[in-house]
């Protein structure tokens, strides 16, 4: 039976819970992962969702920071998350889905604003983030396996709205990219967001600082479907839903959308 997942960072549950709601109700994805809940778990607002058919959650949260979810309509069996990097952070949160698949929902750290460890220490929490999760898959040897969510790194030129800009700028930097490429070799990743839209400019994050961000359209591709290989070829159906970004008080990021036939 064919599913579809959603990710989408948030920007706060609570206070986009409208938007959540209207997402949930137009376009239906069977699972939607949130990023930056910025709420403990017991506080995220479940009842609107569970009215929808979204009546299974697994979630990390915290108190104004952080925090990730997934919802579903189909049963899913939380197995945990992991704290990558020794953060303390609500950043990571794992599920079974009933045919099998893993899913697993990531909060990448931003990572600041200065590209250098050094002076920075939020870039270098940032890379050691991403070497754990390389090892982690490495150990692991995943299979039938999708991780989601904001990664906080757009790794293609055409990734974001100007490659050259860009390449000082975190997010695009490539020493990130590196981090995130040998992340994704250690778990055999396929980015099916990719593989199904293989060229041409895509974002799923617009700055709130723009004042027109639709005519500026200066955007980056900060979230990610990812899946294993022997999966990735059942995946079909990726899209951002861009319009999502102008939404009434809307997060500066949009979802992105796949459909895996499994």
Same mark, same amino acid.
């Given at each position: 039976?064919?599913?579809?997942?959603?990710?989408?960072?948030?920007?706060?549950?609570?206070?986009?819970?409208?938007?959540?709601?209207?997402?949930?109700?137009?376009?239906?994805?069977?699972?939607?992962?949130?990023?930056?809940? @910025?709420? $403990?778990?017991?506080? %995220?607002?479940?009842?609107? *969702? =569970?009215? &929808? /058919?979204?009546?299974?959650?697994? !979630?990390?949260?915290?108190?104004?920071?952080?925090?990730?979810?997934?919802?579903? @309509?189909? $049963?899913?069996?939380? %197995?945990?998350?992991?704290? *990558? =990097?020794? &953060? /303390?952070?609500?950043?990571?949160? !794992?599920?079974?889905?009933?045919?099998?698949?893993?899913?697993?929902?990531?909060?990448?750290?931003?990572?600041?604003?200065?590209?250098?460890?050094?002076?920075?220490?939020?870039?270098?929490?940032?890379?050691?983030?991403?070497?754990?999760?390389?090892?982690?898959?490495?150990?692991?040897?995943?299979?039938?396996?999708?991780?989601?969510?904001?990664?906080?790194?757009?790794?293609?030129?055409?990734?974001?709205?100007?490659?050259?800009?860009?390449?000082?700028?975190?997010?695009?930097?490539?020493?990130?990219?590196?981090?995130?490429?040998?992340?994704?070799?250690?778990?055999?990743?396929?980015?099916?967001?990719?593989?199904?839209?293989?060229?041409?400019?895509?974002?799923?994050?617009?700055?709130?600082?723009?004042?027109?961000?639709?005519?500026?359209?200066?955007?980056?591709?900060?979230?990610?479907?990812?899946?294993?290989?022997?999966?990735?070829?059942?995946?079909?159906?990726?899209?951002?839903?861009?319009?999502?970004?102008?939404?009434?008080?809307?997060?500066?990021?949009?979802?992105?959308?796949?459909?895996?036939?499994?």
């Amino acid at each position: 039976m064919p599913f579809t997942i959603a990710t989408w960072n948030i920007n706060s549950v609570r206070l986009r819970e409208p938007i959540v709601l209207k997402l949930l109700q137009e376009e239906a994805p069977d699972i939607l992962c949130l990023q930056e809940c @910025k709420s $403990p778990a017991d506080k %995220i607002p479940t009842a609107g *969702f =569970a009215a &929808l /058919g979204y009546r299974y959650m697994a !979630a990390r949260g915290q108190k104004g920071y952080n925090g990730v979810a997934i919802l579903s @309509k189909l $049963p899913i069996e939380d %197995i945990g998350d992991h704290d *990558f =990097a020794g &953060l /303390g952070q609500a950043r990571h949160v !794992a599920a079974r889905l009933e045919n099998g698949v893993e899913l697993h929902n990531f909060y990448i750290p931003a990572g600041g604003d200065v590209p250098d460890r050094e002076v920075n220490e939020k870039f270098g929490q940032k890379l050691d983030y991403l070497t754990e999760m390389r090892d982690y898959w490495h150990a692991k040897n995943p299979a039938k396996t999708i991780i989601v969510g904001d990664f906080n790194i757009a790794p293609r030129p055409d990734d974001v709205w100007s490659h050259k800009q860009l390449l000082k700028v975190v997010s695009h930097t490539p020493v990130e990219v590196e981090h995130l490429a040998r992340m994704q070799d250690a778990g055999g990743w396929v980015d099916v967001t990719r593989a199904d839209i293989p060229k041409g400019p895509l974002y799923s994050w617009w700055s709130y600082r723009a004042r027109d961000w639709a005519a500026a359209d200066k955007g980056r591709r900060l979230d990610h479907v990812w899946a294993t290989g022997d999966i990735a070829g059942a995946g079909h159906g990726s899209h951002v839903l861009r319009r999502a970004r102008g939404w009434d008080k809307p997060s500066d990021h949009a979802p992105v959308f796949a459909t895996f036939d499994l």
